[in-house]
């Protein structure tokens, strides 16, 4: 017979496993696939733009761009993995990209499953997983 004490170690012992590895699987994918597109957190379509370089670290969409392109923000120390990386962003902020490409929401996207970013001035594109 168990004593109560190592019971409540026990299911502490659990309990916090499955708490960690909840936050490795969020640490990892900060967005998810949804209808073929990536979405972030909030359930909001997310976006690449053309002239963001793949790899190079950075985001290229600063100020007014960024107004009406809001970019996936990463909290600091945030980790890579699954394809994500942290880029840097003109302001100091870290951004988090997909593949090397820093992904962004549509100011114009109302609700989760609005796509009206897509093809935007030609150079704006649904994030794809």
Do not use: E
Not at 56 to 77: E, I, V
Not at 81 to 104: I, T
């Amino acid at each position: 017979m168990r004593t109560p004490a190592v019971l409540t170690a026990t299911l502490a012992a659990a309990l916090l496993g499955a708490c960690s590895s909840m936050y490795a699987d969020k640490a990892a994918a900060p967005a998810r696939a949804s209808d073929g597109v990536l979405t972030g957190p909030n359930g909001m379509t997310l976006y690449v733009f053309d002239k963001d370089a793949a790899g190079s670290g950075k985001s290229t969409c600063n100020g007014p761009c960024a107004t009406n392109w809001p970019p996936l923000m990463a909290a600091a120390g945030s980790q890579a993995g699954g394809g994500y990386s942290v880029v840097m962003r003109d302001d100091g902020a870290h951004q988090w990209a997909y593949h090397g490409k820093p992904l962004y929401y549509w100011i114009k996207d109302a609700k989760p499953g609005d796509r009206t970013g897509d093809g935007v001035n030609q150079v704006w594109h649904l994030a794809r997983p």
